[in-house]
């Protein structure tokens, strides 16, 4: 057996309704009683954090409140919320909202402490030193954030960075899926799909593939694809909010640990230059990517067409193609935009694109296929 090594958050709480009893889970697991909570100003006007908060004040907490998290959140979002934390006295930051909520809390939770600026922790393994106690509740199947060693910041007008370390890591997890229910059909669609293709790429990751990120990966997939139109046509389907949220949390514990690759490193210049929300950025080249990779990736798409219900019989090349039509109808029946032309891109930037695609050396290095720049482009044009 190839050696490798599997991490994970130690704690993970799966119940419904469970963000209301917040205050009382966190009592007895953790001394610390000033916390930052990290979300975003829609979850407070929908009203979705002031029970939470009013459970954890019941319980002894003193809560500040930071509100400003927005989608692709740049580097002076972390640096406010992490002056607001020291202010505050914070000795523990809890995280409840979207990825982009769960990222700046885990970033926040170090500098909190720290010395170390932000510039010097991008990359892998470059955060130095200890962090606060950190929760995360996610409220959207997608991410995964909240078992990663991730966060993913804007950097400049069209760039992203990750910082990539252990002490990202989170202490306790809560997945409540009752949190999901008010999600509009297109955002858990994108979501979603997001949460498979960290599952896909996972699963056919170049370097760090193992067994246990394998069997994560799987029924992830097959929670997610099983459940997602469910979903969308109904979005109080409880069982299907349920399977959502534990197969994104699946997924993401599978790529923390088998990084993703280049439906991502793709992705990122959509939301730089386009700011299209990166869940719907990785359904757009999903489609050109598998194709791509399936010259040497097909043993492990067919694997994955047995997992979704697609294909059957011997040959593999015909399973990996029924493998890569399924996911092209979820995608259709999901009713998420299907075309770059349909979320705005237009075709002079195209070469841009795949010029800052080359960037992400992380990500591409994990791809099953090398992806040079003319490669970049064609899928571009292929996803126009």
Not at 92 to 116: E, N, R, Y
Not at 328 to 352: F, H, I, K, W, Y
Request: charged share 20%; aromatic share 4%.
């Amino acid at each position: 057996m190839k050696p490798f090594e599997f991490r994970t958050v130690p704690s993970i709480d799966v119940a419904w309704g469970g963000a209301l009893r917040l205050g009382e889970r966190l009592s007895g697991r953790f001394e610390a009683r000033r916390a930052m909570l990290v979300t975003d100003g829609g979850l407070v006007k929908a009203g979705l954090i002031t029970p939470v908060v009013s459970g954890l004040e019941a319980a002894g907490f003193t809560v500040h409140i930071f509100d400003g998290v927005v989608a692709d959140p740049p580097e002076s979002v972390v640096g406010e919320c992490a002056r607001m934390a020291r202010e505050n006295g914070t000795n523990i930051v809890i995280g409840l909202g979207g990825g982009s909520s769960l990222d700046i809390s885990k970033l926040v939770a170090v500098l909190a402490i720290s010395d170390q600026p932000l510039s010097g922790m991008y990359g892998i393994g470059n955060v130095k030193g200890g962090r606060l106690p950190l929760v995360l509740v996610p409220t959207t199947a997608g991410t995964g954030s909240e078992v990663t060693n991730i966060s993913i910041i804007t950097t400049g007008e069209t760039t992203k960075m990750g910082v990539v370390a252990p002490q990202l890591y989170g202490d306790y997890v809560l997945l409540d899926a009752e949190l999901t229910i008010g999600l509009p059909k297109l955002h858990t669609a994108a979501t979603c799909i997001d949460a498979m293709v960290h599952a896909i790429e996972a699963y056919t990751s170049l370097h760090k593939k193992n067994v246990l990120s394998d069997m994560l990966a799987r029924e992830a997939l097959r929670l997610m694809s099983g459940n997602l139109i469910a979903a969308c046509e109904d979005g109080t389907n409880r069982d299907a909010r349920e399977s959502l949220l534990l197969g994104a949390l699946l997924a993401g514990q599978a790529f923390a640990n088998a990084p993703v690759a280049a439906v991502h490193a793709l992705a990122y210049p959509l939301g730089g230059h386009y700011h299209v929300p990166h869940g719907l950025s990785n359904a757009l080249m999903l489609g050109p990517v598998l194709r791509f990779n399936s010259g040497v990736a097909a043993p492990l798409y067919a694997e994955l067409a047995d997992v979704v219900g697609a294909g059957d019989g011997d040959d593999t090349p015909a399973r990996a193609k029924a493998f890569v039509r399924h996911m092209e109808n979820l995608m259709d029946r999901s009713g998420a935009p299907r075309r770059l032309r349909d979320v705005g891109v237009t075709d002079n930037m195209l070469t841009v694109m795949a010029s800052d695609a080359m960037k992400q050396t992380r990500l591409l290095g994990n791809n099953p296929v090398e992806v040079r720049e003319e490669d970049a482009l064609a899928l571009y044009r292929e996803a126009f």
